[in-house]
């Protein structure tokens, strides 16, 4: 992937908007009894829709940057936000009787804790790199589900969404690159933030999505470790076999600025770190 432009755009329209998702035209059949879709479509919707308290935070921590807060308010939250709204309308689509609201509710609740702004990067050099590695992480999920989906509108949802999350990288490495230029963090400091964030990719908000989504959809069944290893196994399959490895590594690798000798040594290794992570 080439670095990103120097000078990227901001306030451009939105590419996608929920008008243009054709949410009549799903084909129930082909997704309604697939369990392991329920479970992944809704924790993501709940974690877009969590956007706003993210957005608040870097806001807080990126105070006095106005090109990285004017991009946060006007690019950043509402395309996030936008995600959270067009899964909610597929789950809600696909699955009616499930009561969006209640477990999104729970989730917020449960999650809350784990999005304090003390737990950001204590740089702002650093917190650029935590965001690469999380949007890194969004771009392989939904570059996943766009290859396996086996139903039309949502690959073309998934599609829209995995676009903005690659784009919000680039603008994430963007100011990680000023801000290096600031403050100079070794290699071995960003190394330490990416070895630390993708430890954390799919833990927390992961697990708690789907133990929200699963006890409103189970009335009176508690969610237990032995539910999430099922479904993790469930998932997990498919990420074994077509989860976009290379690209995310890649990704990955840029904020270290390596030689180029160094980066493709450090590629296979990663390569196995990811897989462990994403598909234990």
């Not at 990285?68 to 696909?94: F, I, K, M, N, S």
Request: aromatic share 14%; with cysteine; charged share 25%.
């Amino acid at each position: 992937m080439p670095d990103p432009d120097t000078h990227l755009p901001f306030g451009a329209p939105h590419p996608w908007s929920l008008d243009q998702i054709a949410f009549d035209r799903i084909a129930h059949e082909s997704i309604v009894n697939e369990e392991t879709w329920f479970y992944v479509l809704a924790g993501a919707s709940f974690v877009e829709s969590f956007s706003d308290l993210f957005t608040h935070n870097l806001l807080g921590h990126m105070e006095g940057d106005t090109e990285v807060t004017q991009w946060l308010r006007e690019r950043w939250e509402p395309e996030e936000l936008q995600h959270g709204r067009a899964l909610r309308r597929y789950v809600e689509t696909v699955w009616p009787a499930f009561d969006w609201q209640a477990a999104f509710d729970g989730f917020c609740a449960d999650y809350r804790p784990f999005c304090k702004p003390e737990l950001l990067e204590p740089t702002r050099a650093l917190e650029m790199v935590a965001r690469c590695v999380v949007e890194t992480g969004t771009s392989g999920l939904y570059g996943l589900l766009h290859k396996i989906s086996p139903e039309p509108v949502l690959t073309a949802l998934v599609g829209h969404i995995r676009s903005d999350e690659v784009g919000h990288f680039k603008y994430f490495y963007h100011f990680f690159l000023r801000y290096r230029e600031i403050e100079r963090p070794s290699r071995w400091q960003v190394a330490r933030v990416l070895r630390e964030r993708l430890g954390e990719i799919g833990q927390e908000d992961a697990y708690l999505a789907v133990k929200n989504a699963f006890e409103v959809r189970n009335p009176g069944l508690k969610f237990s470790l032995q539910d999430f290893q099922r479904f993790q196994h469930n998932a997990g399959h498919w990420a074994r076999a077509d989860y976009p490895y290379e690209m995310t590594v890649k990704m990955l690798l840029k904020p270290m600025r390596l030689p180029g000798f160094i980066n493709r040594m450090a590629m296979p290794l990663l390569m196995r770190q990811a897989q462990r992570v994403i598909a234990p």
